[in-house]
């Protein structure tokens, strides 16, 4: 009746005892007697009237005991109508969306189990029983391009069911779900039912789930535990471009529980894997955040492409995070060029630097000549300004792409007016400005005033003591249009008005960059030559950053190079497996990597190795911060948490059963009937005694 059932049928029997109190009223009715009195027409009219409303008030009084009394036995028999329908053997149609998590935090073993097979198991144990003559739709963290989720028979569903595989994070697993409940919001279905099964990472949830409206939403929590788990979540190198020779610091960041400490080694091998040297391991305090970054001091070797991985030394729960690699390029040898004017101290201080052993180093990437046609980089020491015919030449190779450093003897700027003006066209591109005359000469420090410049990398904090550098007499420059200044000079003993002036400026020029340094690296102009910073400065001037191709990027993200010239490249994955991707402009993507490892880019022609790219596993699934499901989910009486299958199979079982809800009203009866009685009670105690005859 009315989709209700009772829990206590039986008590319904007990229903003709409503009658009870009218039986008795016709039982033990009785008149009242009749006592001879004077005639008083007006009173014997007034007592009609008093016993009419009498005799309504009784039978409105019986018939509020009679009802009270039914609905007593009613609320004894447990009226209750079931708030949810069964997914199991139901007549009516039923659509679930399973929303199952696939990220790589998933792989956490708990206790010998990872989550992600946890997850399966939930799935195909859904898809047996509680959705079997359903329609399923099954939603994983990443959604598949070609085969866009849709609801089809959960028997269908299992028959094609592989077993479920870590997948990168492009957007967080709450928009899966809002794709999942607008699927479900457009079906006609009778029933509707949206599981999330997750681990509830804080990165996957980062605002509450959409409401579902009139279906039913289950989140099952996977969340361990114990999080006993360290990872390392980044490996940098200082600088970003090292040079082989000269040391390098690598600096290894590692994540996991306050306080725990974990041993960290780092290994230097060659493009395919091959062991080259081996660090000691180091010692990972981590800090009040869980957090701690771990440095170490290396040397590299002359080989084009190097990786840098780094290890956890002990095993955890989730061992994929425990080791994580950066790829190096290394510049290929270049050869530099020196032009000088005649012979100086300067240009003997810049050989030196260039290459301290004199060609003794067959990893050394420089190869320095003196004299000749301006090679891949050239350094030039001007103690006059060159001919037109050289400056132009100097331009031409800048244009090209090569690096040009020009050292300028102080005094130049008294004969910048005297100049051709060819030769002072050709300068004007190199220069950062043309030289300012008249300039007093004054006693300065070296600042630095771009600490970001990828040419001071490494080399900017105090130990490197930047202010020790005595300038004594420069060309004054300034940084015009599209150059900047890298160094400057202040004055030891600024007078009123002074400023800083600028001594070493960076300007593009074509495909290749012009440094100009505004004094020479000799006594007694600055002791530049012989502070240690001056060899590492001038060999990442001389050297040819554009030939980066070494990239490390997250799985999940596009791998993209640029190669001019090239129409047609080959990739080479980490299983050897080979892609060919066109490009009419040489701006290749490649969006088919699959798995993490070394992805090399090669000329179809000749497979020669253009570019690498290191795929890594995404660094935040090592970030193990869980929220309570609860405090997602939207706000009604039709949200369940569960943490495994069985315990939503006792839910739903729950669902399914009859909920009474009639205790209140129970109560309420009682109470009546109770005051009823009490009132009657009372009223009986206070009726006048009969006056005696």
Not at 333 to 361: C, M, N, T, Y
Not at 396 to 414: H, Y
Not at 646 to 665: C, F, M, T, V, Y
Request: hydrophobic fraction near 45%; proline fraction near 9%.
């Amino acid at each position: 009746m009315f989709g209700l059932d009772f829990l206590f049928a039986a008590a319904l029997w007990a229903l003709p005892l409503a009658g009870l109190p009218l039986l008795l009223h016709l039982l033990f009715r009785h008149k009242s007697p009749v006592i001879p009195f004077s005639t008083l027409r007006f009173v014997k009219m007034s007592v009609q009237r008093t016993a009419a409303h009498r005799r309504i008030r009784k039978w409105l009084l019986l018939a509020c005991r009679v009802l009270l009394i039914a609905l007593l036995i009613w609320a004894i028999a447990q009226p209750a109508k079931k708030l949810a329908a069964s997914a199991l053997g139901s007549d009516r149609s039923v659509a679930a969306a399973i929303v199952v998590d696939t990220s790589y935090s998933m792989l956490l073993q708990d206790p010998q189990v990872t989550l992600l097979s946890k997850a399966d198991a939930a799935v195909q144990e859904l898809l047996r029983h509680q959705f079997a003559d359903a329609k399923v739709a099954i939603f994983q963290s990443l959604a598949s391009k070609d085969h866009p989720e849709q609801l089809i028979d959960a028997s269908a569903v299992l028959a094609q069911w592989s077993p479920l595989r870590p997948q990168p994070t492009i957007v967080p697993l709450a928009d899966r779900v809002a794709a999942a409940v607008a699927l479900l919001q457009g079906q006609p279905a009778d029933e509707k039912w949206l599981v999330v099964i997750s681990d509830f990472q804080s990165k996957e949830f980062p605002h509450p789930l959409p409401p579902l409206g009139n279906g039913q939403l289950v989140l099952l929590t996977l969340q361990p535990t114990d999080t006993r788990s360290a990872g390392i979540t980044k490996v940098s190198i200082t600088p970003q471009q090292p040079i082989p020779g000269i040391s390098s610091g690598a600096a290894v960041e590692v994540i996991g529980n306050p306080g725990d400490a974990r041993s960290v080694e780092l290994n230097i091998s060659s493009a395919d894997g091959t062991a080259i040297s081996q660090t000691a391991p180091v010692m990972a305090n981590l800090d009040a955040t869980g957090q701690a970054i771990v440095r170490f001091p290396i040397n590299l070797p002359a080989q084009r492409w190097i990786q840098l991985p780094a290890k956890l030394t002990a095993d955890d729960a989730m061992p994929w995070d425990n080791q994580r690699t950066l790829l190096v390029q290394i510049p290929p040898k270049q050869s530099v060029s020196i032009l000088s004017q005649e012979p100086s101290a300067a240009k003997r201080f810049i050989q030196l630097a260039l290459d301290p052993s004199e060609g003794g180093l067959s990893d050394w990437p420089l190869s320095v000549k003196t004299g000749g046609p301006p090679a891949n980089s050239t350094v030039a020491v001007l103690t006059r300004w060159p001919n037109a015919a050289t400056a132009a030449a100097l331009a031409e190779s800048a244009r090209r792409g090569g690096n040009v450093v020009l050292f300028l003897q102080p005094g130049l700027q008294t004969t910048w007016a005297a100049l051709p003006a060819e030769e002072k066209d050709s300068l004007s591109q190199l220069l950062p400005s043309p030289p300012i005359e008249g300039a007093g000469e004054t006693v300065c420090n070296v600042a630095i005033a771009d600490a970001n410049d990828p040419l001071l990398e490494g080399i900017t904090d105090q130990r490197f003591q930047w202010d020790s550098i005595v300038v004594r007499q420069m060309t004054p420059l300034s940084a015009e249009d599209s150059a900047s200044t890298i160094l400057n000079a202040a004055p030891l003993d600024p007078l009123p008005g002074s400023r800083l002036r600028g001594l070493l400026f960076r300007k593009p020029v074509g495909a290749g960059i012009c440094f100009t340094m505004a004094t020479l690296p000799e006594p007694p102009f600055t002791n530049l030559a012989t502070h240690p910073t001056f060899l590492p400065l001038l060999v990442r001037m001389a050297l040819d950053r554009s030939t980066a191709s070494a990239q490390n990027i997250e799985l999940g993200h596009a791998l993209v190079v640029d190669l001019p010239g090239e129409t047609q490249i080959q990739i080479q994955g980490p299983q050897h497996e080979l892609y060919r991707i066109k490009s009419t402009d040489g701006h290749f993507v490649f969006t088919g990597a699959a798995e993490p490892g070394i992805y090399t880019w090669q000329r179809v022609s000749d497979s020669q190795t253009l570019a690498m790219t290191n795929v890594q596993l995404p660094a935040d699934e090592s970030l193990l911060n869980y929220r309570k499901p609860r405090s997602i989910a939207p706000p009604g009486s039709n949200v369940v948490v569960v943490s495994s299958v069985d315990e939503l199979q006792a839910k739903i079982a729950d669902l399914n059963k009859p909920q009474p809800r009639w205790s209140g009203p129970i109560a309420i009866v009682m109470f009546l009937l109770c005051v009823e009685a009490l009132m009657g009670s009372t009223s009986r105690s206070r009726k006048p005694a009969s006056p005696l005859v």
